[in-house]
């Protein structure tokens, strides 16, 4: 059974940073690229990164890029996002999602950014 | 970026309605285009992939079309596990982008 278990989410400052992990079971990871995905408090799903199975490509979504660094560590199955320089617009659901057509999502980490 | 204009952004139906959800997308995405099903504090859930291949496990009351660059997720008749918020998605280019959604109730 394919599992994506994300963590590291909480309550954060402006300007601070957090990192996010998703890790992965029931497939073979290395094999797969993977994606970020996230949903601010009852807005719709906004895509914001994804890296490839080989890390050897990684994709930003404007609103992200140059804040955020998405990295894996296939050894451990794991997919990490750095968040840098956090704002209030940050506050979301972050969801990831196994490649190939996002046919799999974890449950989501909550991320708040607030003073 | 490419826009995806989806429509409507809510509605009502009733039980054993036919419902039709459209995406419209600003350049040609071939059929790169996905659905997504959400329900309340729930992940969100493929539906369609390829704009008409059914994922799997996903009711066969459930089909994917398009028509040119308008893509269409329809429900053949309605039951009341279906009422969810429902997003497209294109991923031929990056940004990867969603539709809206479109939150479906019932009558």
């Known amino acids: 059974e394919v599992q994506l278990v994300e963590s590291g989410g909480g309550l954060v400052k402006p300007g601070s940073s957090l990192k996010l992990s998703c890790v992965a079971s029931g497939f073979t990871f290395s094999s797969y690229g993977m994606h970020w995905i996230r949903q601010a408090p009852k807005k719709g799903l906004e895509w914001i990164a994804l890296i490839y199975y080989d890390s050897s490509n990684k994709y930003y979504a404007d609103s992200v890029k140059g804040r955020f660094t998405i990295s894996r560590d296939n050894s451990k199955n794991t997919l990490y996002l750095e968040m840098n320089s956090l704002r209030s617009e940050d506050t979301a659901m972050y969801y990831c999602a196994k490649s190939t057509g996002f046919d799999y999502w974890g449950q989501g980490v909550m991320v708040t950014v607030s003073s | 970026d490419i826009q995806m204009t989806q429509s409507p952004s809510s509605m009502s139906a009733s039980l054993g309605d036919r419902v039709t959800i459209t995406c419209r997308a600003s350049?040609?995405?071939?059929?790169?285009l996905s659905w997504f099903q959400q329900k309340p504090g729930k992940s969100p859930r493929r539906m369609i992939y390829g704009a008409t291949n059914l994922a799997a496990g996903v009711p066969s009351r459930f089909s994917g079309s398009r028509s040119g660059s308008d893509y269409s997720l329809t429900i053949s008749s309605l039951e009341s596990e279906d009422m969810a918020i429902y997003y497209c998605?294109?991923?031929?280019?990056?940004?990867?982008?969603f539709g809206a959604g479109t939150k479906l109730e019932l009558k």
């Open positions: 998605l294109q991923s031929i280019q990056y940004p990867y982008t």
């Open positions: 350049q040609d995405i071939g059929n790169y």
